[in-house]
């Protein structure tokens, strides 16, 4: 029995009153509780992954700002060229390492 078919049921108990067509009311009082359990079901299903959806968006906020934050301290190849040039010295390798490295670190902690 649908909805349509148990409001029509209804409106005959209403009209007729009679002692038979209570088991239909009953009928229609355990579909409507068995509908309401669903529906209820249904509410909390779509919460729960309301609030999943949610977590996923603050998630992902999380990981754009993480790797904008990435993209920011990651030095092109032209400013690692530039920061060789002013750094390193052909009489010293080792020196001249060391001295550009710490050059490379502090441009890319400037970003």
Known sequence: MNANELADELHKIYIQEA???WDVVEEAATMLRQQQ?????????????????????????????EIESLKAKTLTDEEITEIFDTT?????????????ARAILRKAQEK
Request: charged share 35%.
């Open 19 to 21: 002692a038979e067509c």
């Open 37 to 65: 359990e669903k529906l209820t079901k249904y509410e909390l299903r779509h919460v729960a992954q309301r609030d999943r959806i949610a977590i996923l968006e603050m998630q992902h906020k999380q990981q754009q700002a």
């Open 88 to 100: 390193f010295e052909v009489h010293d390798y080792q020196d001249s390492f060391i001295k550009f």
